[in-house]
């Protein structure tokens, strides 16, 4: 770890507030006495940059004058949630500020809510991003993330009378942006369309219309590291080129046409995270980004030399695809070193896939981007052609590797007959340096099952490097009362750049002193969560009962529909005297996910959670004993309350479909106890807490593939648990929708004929763990032990360790040298 640390600010709370006083005056043009939150906010912001900036550019200036390679990590999305907490505690002003603002006479937390969170980013694979962005920074690794700044960022989540998702735009932009800084001066042109023609015996791209790429530039600043990275985001805009004919024949609708379709490429961020869309826009996106980013890159190491030395590019930095969103980027560097700077192909091939690496975030075969070929051709003609090379090149390649023809054929590129397509994932791990998986389960499966004949052939190329999240954010901010006590506990506050010193807390799950003080914490956590879901949603929760939560995108594959099940199927025993109400564990069961708008499947289980939610909260016989809520619009900032706030996680996806999970990590980090299956890294979380510290049920890989092969038969399994049928019934029978025998029937036959996801096969095991959590619940004393050790035992799952992961077997680099 980097020796060069920032030491908290010396800077007082009176200057601090000084500095907030001139940015309100010089910047914004308000006095103290007119300003709002918002006012303050802003101004804020802009003093925290202030501080920032001599870090930033010296890292900078460090990065391009020293001999350390960067990291560029292009990724199509970047989950960053609110920043202010954040800069605060990473430029070592946060007790300045809470005084600051008291001075001012403002609350800090009106002024804290007035930013809007930026949600730029569908789920786990835009988080990721983000933390490791700022694991980079804290670290002390010269790095860039590259992205959108996408006007509209993930809708705003919103559930009308019937219980059913509405989807409303989030313009996240309505406000400043006081940490985004436009570069105008370092805008990139991006083309687009044309076609290819032979010129003195070169292929020359002649471009039909090209995209004005503007970056926005946001601080990454480390943790006492003294490094601020930075994370470029690019807006398309158009040229100021109209089409003058056009336009002389006064046809002005028609002429700013191009421009105003220029601009819709960073307008919205596609909401759908597994299925294909293939939209032409989609790839226009892709092309956008990934263009701009290498450009820049070369701009930043090179200057504008004309002829620059770009056999040394791949020393200079390595790109890491975050999935196969940014995969055009493959045949764009060799377009550019090709085409651009005049290299034949074999220096290009050279540099290229030195530069690259690939990691991947799914198992589920839709999911992987596969584009047609006829497409590309029209959007980038000149990439087609080469792509297409790159596929001779790579067949000829494997004709020297193996006889096997229909691996070869299988291995394809671009694939063959009347319509072939471009399978991006098949593209990047031929040309990436390393391929790798987000967990070992997912690293295993990925060699064995998706990519199986990459990974014999190229058997070195691959790696795991499983997920982690920033302690930071999601301990030391989300979570205040946990972290003063692990600090207490453990006499230092290092474990937030050291997470692996929570082992260290082992010991203390045995000192019944400690179990109380991390109940109180635990349960301080819920009264918050209560207090926020009371003003934000109106729910009423009691603290005091069992915080079961399942937060997430909602997917048949991650299986809200058996937590739902569940409950139903409990509320049934319990309507029915099955189960006395006195031996009932009272639970809050709690429910955050957003649908893609176009998944029928998962927005009708949405609708069924929210109706069941409602019966169950209007029927006086379960009254204090079960109680589901599902807060509307989940994002970062709720899940900073809920995951403190939660002592059961539901990780109970069917196994080999989730190819790691963050959110479980950071409910362990966070003292919850998981009830999960043998899928992505809940397989590590369990090895690490140990087994007894961890409820585990259902199917393994293997079991769901042995089903597979027989023929499941969902049907079977209603038949055989009496309890599973009961609640499966009511939901056909209108029980959730009014005595309405429709409103669900496509789901009932779903789980009833196919369940492709085996949600049925699960269940009774589902149900028999339950006793097992409600009989260890009973003794708070160990239930807390237990979850203490899954603190104490889940340092490994910080991001800073899986960016170590990648400095060591992907990246082939580490920090700047620090001045002594
Ligand atoms: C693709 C094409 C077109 C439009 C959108 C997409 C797309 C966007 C997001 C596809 C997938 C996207 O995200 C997938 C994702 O979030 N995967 C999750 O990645 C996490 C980090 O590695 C893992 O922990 C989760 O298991 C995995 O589901």
Excluded at 61 to 74: F, R, S
Excluded at 511 to 532: G, I, L, T, W
Excluded at 796 to 817: A, C, K
Aim: proline share 4%; with cysteine; glycine share 6%.
């Amino acid at each position: 770890m980097t020796e060069l640390t920032a030491p908290k600010s010396s800077v007082t709370a009176a200057q601090f507030a000084d500095e907030i006083r001139n940015e309100l005056k010089y910047t914004q043009g308000v006095t103290p006495e007119q300003a709002k939150p918002a006012d303050i906010y802003v101004a804020t912001a802009t003093a925290v940059r202030k501080h920032l900036m001599d870090s930033w550019m010296k890292t900078q200036q460090d990065m391009i004058n020293g001999n350390t390679k960067a990291v560029g990590y292009l990724s199509a999305e970047f989950l960053m949630g609110k920043q202010l907490r954040n800069a605060l505690l990473n430029s070592g002003l946060t007790d300045q500020f809470y005084a600051a603002v008291k001075e001012l006479g403002f609350d800090a937390q009106e002024v804290i809510d007035a930013e809007y969170e930026p949600g730029l980013g569908n789920g786990g694979l835009g988080r990721l991003a983000a933390c490791f962005i700022d694991s980079l920074a804290s670290l002390g690794v010269p790095a860039f993330g590259y992205g959108i700044q996408y006007r509209y960022g993930i809708f705003r989540q919103e559930f009308d009378e019937e219980g059913r998702q509405v989807e409303r735009p989030d313009y996240w932009l309505t406000n400043e942006d006081p940490w985004g800084h436009i570069d105008y001066a370092r805008d990139q042109r991006v083309n687009f369309g044309g076609e290819v023609v032979e010129e003195a015996g070169k292929r020359v791209w002649k471009p039909a219309w090209a995209v004005r790429a503007i970056p926005v530039d946001y601080m990454v600043p480390g943790y006492e590291s003294g490094r601020v990275n930075t994370l470029r985001l690019w807006q398309a805009r158009s040229y100021d080129e109209f089409d003058l004919l056009t336009f002389n024949k006064s046809e002005y609708l028609d002429a700013v046409k191009p421009q105003v379709k220029a601009e819709d490429i960073s307008k919205i961020l596609y909401p759908e995270d597994s299925t294909e869309v293939g939209k032409e826009l989609r790839l226009e996106q892709q092309y956008f980004f990934a263009s701009a980013s290498l450009h820049d890159a070369i701009r930043v190491f090179y200057g504008d030399a004309e002829k620059p030395d770009l056999t040394t590019f791949p020393d200079k930095i390595t790109f890491q695809l975050n999935d196969t969103h940014p995969v055009i980027g493959i045949p764009e560097l060799m377009r550019i070193l090709i085409d651009e700077y005049g290299y034949d192909w074999d220096t290009a091939w050279d540099i290229t896939t030195k530069t690259f690496n690939y990691t991947c975030h799914t198992l589920l075969p839709e999911a992987l981007e596969v584009w047609p070929a006829s497409l590309i051709g029209k959007l980038l003609p000149r990439h087609l052609e080469i792509i297409e090379k790159i596929n001779d090149q790579f067949m000829h390649e494997l004709e020297g590797l193996t006889d096997d023809e229909a691996k070869i054929e299988r291995m394809r590129i671009l694939t063959a007959g009347e319509n072939p397509s471009v399978r991006m994932a098949y593209l990047a791990s031929y040309a990436g340096s390393h391929v790798n998986g987000v967990a070992e389960l997912h690293s295993q499966l990925l060699k064995d099952v998706t990519l199986r004949d990459f990974s014999d052939i190229y058997p070195a190329k691959f790696t795991n490097v499983t997920n982690g999240v920033t302690p930071r954010r999601f301990m030391k901010l989300a979570n205040p009362g946990l972290s003063a006590l692990i600090t207490e506990g453990l006499g230092t506050d290092k474990w937030l750049e050291d997470l692996e010193l929570l082992k260290n807390l082992e010991p203390l799950a045995q000192d019944d002193e400690f179990v109380k003080k991390f109940a109180k914490v635990k349960y301080d956590n819920k009264v918050r969560f209560a207090d926020f879901a009371k003003s934000e949603y109106g729910f009423k929760l009691d603290p005091t009962t069992m915080f079961d939560t399942m937060i997430k995108r909602l997917h048949e594959y991650k299986r809200q529909a058996l937590k739902i099940l569940e409950v139903i199927a409990t509320y049934a025993d319990i309507k029915s005297g099955k189960v006395k109400v006195e031996d009932v564990t009272p639970r809050t069961v709690i429910f955050g996910a957003k649908a893609a708008p176009g998944y029928y499947l998962a927005k009708m289980t949405i609708q069924l959670i929210n109706n069941v939610a409602k019966v169950i909260d209007n029927d006086p016989d379960v009254m204090g004993k079960l109680k589901v809520v599902f807060p509307w619009n989940y994002n970062i900032r709720v899940a900073q309350m809920l995951i403190p706030a939660t002592e059961l996680d539901e990780q109970i996806s069917q196994a080999g479909k989730e190819a790691s999970g963050t959110s479980n990590m950071k409910f362990a980090l966070n003292g919850a106890l998981t009830v999960g299956t043998l899928d992505g890294a809940n397989v590590e979380i369990r090895e690490r807490v140990g087994a007894d510290n961890f409820f585990l049920f259902g199917m393994t890989v293997d079991e769901v593939d042995k089903m597979y092969e027989s023929n499941y038969d969902p049907a079977k399994f209603y038949e055989a648990d009496p309890r599973l049928k009961t609640a499966i019934d009511m939901v056909a029978d209108g029980t959730f929708s009014n005595g309405d025998k429709e409103t669900y029937a496509p789901l009932v036959s779903d789980w009833l004929t196919k369940d492709w996801f085996m949600t049925l096969a699960d269940f009774t095991a589902y149900h028999d763990i339950q006793s097992q959590i409600e009989t260890l619940y009973a003794d708070q004393l160990e239930w807390n032990r237990k979850a203490i050790l899954n603190v104490a035992n889940s340092g490994y799952f910080s991001s800073d360790r899986s960016i170590e992961d990648y400095l060591d077997r992907v990246w082939m680099t580490g920090p700047l040298p620090t001045e002594k």
